[in-house]
Structure formats: C-alpha cells, structure tokens
C-alpha cells in the first residue's frame, strides 16, 4: 500500500488538529478509532454518548482508561444543549415548515444532533456512518450544513490507496444519475479537492465507450460533460469520454485514444453513475487490496464524512485525519481556484 500519502494526511493533521465528532460509540471500531486518533494527535475526538456507558464497553477492549481523558456530549441528558440546538434547527429550516415539537423531535435522532453540534461549533467536523446507510447521514448534513458558494453540487469521492497509486472516485455518494452538467461540476470539484491534498488531477471521464468507439445517449452524455470542463476550466487536464483501462493503462491508451494528453495515467476518475462507481470501489477495495477513505463529501461549508459500514479502525483514523486537515482549511470565497495545473 502507498504508505506516503497516509503518513503525510496524518502529519499534515497534526499541525494543527480539530475537533471531530464521533457519534457512533456504541461501535468498538469508533471507540478503538478515537484512542488511536488521540495517541497520534492527528484530531481532538468528541464522542457523543454517556460517559460511563463508553467507559464500560471501552473496559472490554482495555482502553476505558484512555477514553475517560476525551470529550463527551451527552445527547439524551444534556437537556439545556437539546433544547439549545433545537431553537436553532427551527431558525433553519422553520420555512421549510419544521415546528419547534418537529426540532425537538428530530435531537432524539444521532444523526441530526450529531450534525447540530458541528453546526453550533461545538466540533469543527464529524465522521460517521459505520452502521447506518450514507442517506441517513446525507440527509442531515444537506438539510443543516449550507454548501460552498463556490460548488456547484453535493458529491462523494473516496481516496483509492493502492501499492503505487493513488486515484480519487468520484461521485461514489450522492448523485444516482447525474446530467452532463452535473458530471461536469463533480469532475472540477474532484480536481480542486485533489489540489488541496497536493495532488496535480488528471481527470478521466469514464464511459463503456473510448473516444467514439460506441453510440449511444449515456456515452453522449459523458461527452457533453467533458467538454463543459474543457471550457468552464482550460486550465485543468480532462478526457473523455474513455473506459476505465485507457485511462489506467499507457499500452491500452495509446491504442484507443492515441492523442491522450493523459495516456493513461489518470488520477481522478468520474464514473458515469453511481451505480458504476459504488461497484467500482467496491471491486478495487476488496480485490487489489486498496485502502479506500471516504466518502467524503466535497461541497458543505463544515466538513461531514461519511464510513462504510464495512470500515475498519484505521479507515475511521485516516478519515478523521482527513476531516481535520479540511477544518483547517478556510473555504474559498472569491471564486478563486486552488488549481492552476495544465
């Protein structure tokens, strides 16, 4: 595995660590995750449940002395907080119709306190989703966090870490069928989140056609979104529309699409769908051995991660690395772009 990158996240996060929610402290992968996170000093872990209650179930696995030195909210006996966050989810979303019975309703739910917290600051960012779907955790932050000016759609990616190769999957979270607009959108947010993370993108629109090798609407479609980004960003390296072999692949490459700029060493990958993408990750985790990290979500002005319900301990570190290094970052309000790459 490429150990390079994963050191660099956890020491680009030391500098200066933020405090990430953890919500799910009934699971001992999160509560293993936060001793660790606390050991190597990469984010400050808030957990969310009664102290005692953690303290017990963390004795099973010999870390409850470890644990009692963290932070704790307490959702179902911090009355005042309830209350507290529930005026202000009635001050968001009461044009939305939500009554103030309907606020306090919803802080019985871990996903919307947990959210809540972030919103008033009390965590600088949370990651979560171990033992729930992503639309359970979706749903919350899209409803309360505001999104960046500056994107233009919601989406998902991971962070594929193979042996010798490091590729960004997008969108692998929230848009099912996306339009060529939108495809585009997701394809330049990828890129400027790689550039964040020092990466220089080289953005593959993926299709089960390569450059003109087949007909058909969907194919039209990632066409069309490959030539919005040309135009919208003529700074940034994309092609398409390409299967995923030509863009992996300099021998493929230079058979299918012999004036690649790219020839096959592309490091960002838009999937057509997120039926594609979803089997994608999948396949590439679980058969080549990568360390997928994420989902994580690009576009909320406060940094919400999602896990896969098949995460491991380390999975829950790396992603609170990463969650901490993008609440270190002050979000762009100029419309300016991290990237200036071609």
Sequence with gaps: MNTSFLDGIL?????NPARVLLPETYDERTLLAAVKIAEQKSAIPVLVG??????????KHGISESLSSLEFIDQKKDNERRERYAQALLELRKNKGVTIEQARELMNDLNYFSVM????????GMVTGANCPSHDTLRPALQII????????????????????????ADCMVNIEPSSHELAEIAIDTAETAC???????????????????????????????????????DLLCEGEMQVDAAL???VCAKKFPNSKIMGDANVLIFPNLEAANIAYKLV??????????????????PINDLSRGCSVDDIVYLAAITSIEAQEAPLSDGKSFCRVK
């Design 11 to 15: 020491s680009r996060a030391k500098k």
């Design 50 to 59: 009664n102290k005692e209650e953690i303290l017990a179930l963390g004795e």
């Design 117 to 124: 917290v972030v919103q008033m600051g009390d965590a600088d």
């Design 146 to 169: 505001k999104t960046k000016e500056k994107f233009h759609k919601v989406s998902g990616f991971f962070f594929m870490v193979l042996e010798k190769k490091l590729l960004l999957f």
């Design 196 to 234: 964040r993370f020092g990466l220089t993108p080289k953005i593959a629109m993926l299709s089960f056609s390569t450059n003109g090798s087949a007909k058909h609407p969907n194919v039209d479609r990632v066409k069309e979104a490959t030539q919005m980004v040309n135009s919208w960003r003529p």
């Design 249 to 251: 692949v300099k021998d």
């Design 285 to 302: 985790e679980r058969l080549a051995g990568a360390e997928a990290i994420g989902p994580i979500l690009q576009g909320l002005t406060k």
